[in-house]
């Protein structure tokens, strides 16, 4: 079942002598419960094409289908309560709020969106993130691969219909970057959670179910790596 669709996505800064095309013409779908990561150097477009798929950011042509809404149809509020919603963001700096404690932090975008706690839920994302024992404490108490976590949390809490995830290991070192790669796709597969990872590397791109490349804001390369169960 097709979660994600992207229709001839172009997105272009600036213009005239100082035009740049950072995505040109990008197409491709993702399954529901698919991990798909998306790899290229610095300057490619990959992070330019995450923050459209997560409605940060709009095309400058092109369509975005997320559970068949097409998102930057949406005004500004109903695309705000989608974003609450259905897509889970985890950034490489964590985004966290520095007065608010790890439950908080991960409850904010459900409560900021006018819905009552899941208390049950909040503690089966606390103990699938091993964060049980830090619950209270802020982010300056945390280390990065805890704050990390806390960031993962956060996206996922409201069931979010695809999770993206851009660079997240980028600011951890190796081992911890390594738990977090098997936090999120412990997540792909306990719960079918729909992921999308952009990365540099490799070694990390090469773990999802499928590989996309981007070059110069072009798919270059389309590579399934294993088929779903």
Known sequence: MEILRVENVSKIYGS??????ALDNVS???EKGEFVSIIGPSGS?????????????KPTEGKVFIDDTEIHS?????????????????????????????DENIALPHLLDGRPLDKERLD???EHLGLTDRRQNLPNQLSGGQQQR??????????????????????????????????????????????????????IAMQADRVIGIEDGRIVRNEKVRNLV
């Open 124 to 126: 089966a994302v606390v």
């Open 16 to 21: 005239g002598e100082t035009e740049v095309k």
């Open 45 to 57: 477009g990959k992070s330019t094409l995450l923050h459209i798929l997560g409605g940060v950011d």
């Open 28 to 30: 491709f779908t993702v």
């Open 74 to 102: 949406l005004n500004e509020d109903k695309l705000a309560i989608f974003r609450r919603r259905q897509i889970g963001l985890v950034y490489q700096f964590y985004n966290l709020m520095p007065v608010l404690n790890v």
């Open 150 to 203: 806390v960031s993962i949390g956060r996206a996922m809490y409201s069931h979010p219909a695809i999770l993206l995830a851009d660079e997240p290991t980028g600011n951890l070192d190796r081992k911890t970057g390594e738990e977090i790669v098997e936090l999120l796709k412990e997540s792909n597969r306990s719960v079918q959670q729909t992921l999308i990872l952009i990365t540099h590397d490799e070694r």
